[in-house]
């Protein structure tokens, strides 16, 4: 819904279940609204306590904070109250606001709406609040909190700049057109639309990794029927999730659970065994865990006594590696050692080892590890290395501004596609009336992203409606 940014609005800013509640009131009646109910003056940003009286009644002692516009969050006169958090006061304050003229309950979202609207954040940087608040892992909050600090509108903001100015002088050159006059230096056009496309492509090509971090790293556990890989999905839980039975071929599709080791989000896939079989369900779980290898980062290969013979095992991976991808990490794990001496324990570390070399590095490999699930044996380690090498692969990436919501993913790539046509343009020696046409939607696409580009209340209203109240 779109509402009237002249009207005073009013929400608990804390979620339920603690000791004390925040009620925030916004807009240009909070100060007089909070005189009334405390029944003295604020001074601002700085905090007052004092008795709150409803129709005579004291019904909390409140610490109320005054931020005069612009020096707060929405841009606007804001004033919060510190209550304690009994349904009851808190429910009888934001009625008793809500009633006052000109002041009504904020929609979800609505303080960010409008700290959008008074240029105290742009729409990339509002997203990034939702975000913030969703976070679970160390990792998500990072990744929120670059966005939400204005990292990549930053890097925005400047490629979509430096386009204004080429679009301006090509756009100056129509109307000089007689004249042949160029006011656009086109190899310096040139180097310059290669050096934005790089971002982009940095900048989409991340959005997969980006996506990855905030769902879960897609792990899949793979290996032959009755290995313990829904053993190993279960110590890795710390739960029964799967079930487990010495019967080859229980698992007939894929189970999964969510995992945080050390701040990164792993999403645990359990596959069916991989083997030989005329039955037609079993097949096709099988065939869904060949899709899973190939749309796994992380891909941990069980094999369990009775181990494979040599050839056995060379021919299993020889029939994986075809179906990885080229920035994924293989490991192979060694279950139940527990029924295995020591040496043979080391005897097959040191072959697998010697198979894994030949991967080459697509996919990555780590060295293997013996384990067992049943026992809690080895978990620790593998989680470890799940850890570490995952960080690893990621590093990279990590380096620059990073993607994951799909509406940037989605004007960037547009953005990019944009940008290539007038890279050819130029190429071709096209003139400038049939470039800018595609500068021009590129910088628009590169708006959509920051809100610069957006002037529909129809997709601020979508964007939006996913906060929660008091946001």
């Keep these: 819904m779109i509402h009237d940014l002249s009207e005073t609005i009013c929400a608990p800013a804390t979620a ?37 009286r409803i129709d005579g009644q004291l019904i909390d002692l409140v610490v109320a904070t005054y931020f005069a516009a612009p020096h707060s969050y929405t841009g606007e006169e804001v004033v919060e109250l510190s209550c304690h958090a009994s ?30 609207a008074h240029g105290k954040l742009d729409l990339a940087e509002a997203e990034a609040v939702a975000d913030l608040i969703a976070a679970t892992t160390a990792t998500q909050h ?56 790089h971002q982009l492509r940095l900048l989409t090509q991340s959005f997969t990794t980006g996506q990855e971090l905030q769902q879960g790293i897609p792990t899949a556990i793979i290996g032959a029927p009755n290995v313990g890989k829904s053993s190993l999905l279960n110590a890795l839980l ?15 599709d ?31 779980g099988i065939e869904r865990s060949y899709q899973q290898i190939s749309s796994a980062r992380l891909i941990l290969w069980v094999i369990a006594p009775p181990l494979p013979t040599w ?26 050692r527990d029924l295995l001496t020591e040496s043979e324990v080391m005897d097959w570390l040191s072959h697998c080892f010697s198979l894994l070399q030949r991967t080459k590095g697509k996919p990555h490999t780590t060295s293997p590890l013996a384990i067992s699930a049943r026992a809690a044996q080895g978990i620790e380690a593998l989680e470890e290395l ?28 547009k953005a990019s596609h944009a940008l290539e046509l007038v890279s050819e343009g130029l190429h071709n020696g096209l003139t400038s009336d049939l470039i800018t046409p595609y500068l021009r939607e590129a910088i628009e696409e590169i708006g959509l992203v920051t ?3 957006i002037t529909s209340d129809e997709v601020l209203g979508f964007i939006f409606s996913h906060f929660c109240i008091g946001k």
């Design 87 to 116: 349904p009851f006061i808190v429910r009888s304050i934001l009625e008793w606001i809500a009633q006052q003229e000109g002041c009504r309950m904020a929609v979800p979202g609505e303080f960010t709406r409008r700290a959008l």
């Design 386 to 413: 799940m850890v570490t090498s995952t960080q690893q692969t990621l590093h990279s990436e990590e380096e620059t501004v990073m993607l994951y919501n799909l509406r940037h993913y989605e004007a960037l790539t």
């Design 238 to 252: 710390q739960h029964e999730r799967a079930i487990v039975s010495d019967i080859p071929g229980t698992t007939r």
């Design 451 to 453: 809100g610069s580009s």
């Design 16 to 52: 339920l279940g603690g000791g004390l509640a925040v009620i925030r009131i916004s807009g240009s009646l909070a100060p007089q609204i909070a005189e009334r109910l405390l029944g003295k003056r604020l001074t601002p940003r700085e905090a007052t306590t004092a008795g709150l």
């Design 254 to 284: 894929t189970v999964e659970g969510r995992l945080t080791i050390r701040g990164t989000l792993f999403r645990l896939i359990d596959t069916a065994g991989l083997r030989q079989t005329t039955d037609l369900v079993e097949q096709l």
């Design 142 to 197: 990072k990744m929120a909190m670059e966005q939400h600090t204005g990292r990549l509108s930053h890097l925005l903001n400047e490629l979509r700049a430096t386009l204004l100015r080429f679009a301006s002088l090509l756009e100056l050159e129509l109307d000089f057109s007689e004249e042949d006059v160029a006011f656009a230096d086109r190899t310096t056009l040139v180097e310059t639309l290669a050096t934005i496309q």
């Design 311 to 336: 050839d056995e095992l060379e021919a299993q991976l020889s029939d994986i590696l075809p179906l990885t991808a080229p920035d994924s990490t293989l490991m192979l794990l060694l279950n139940k």
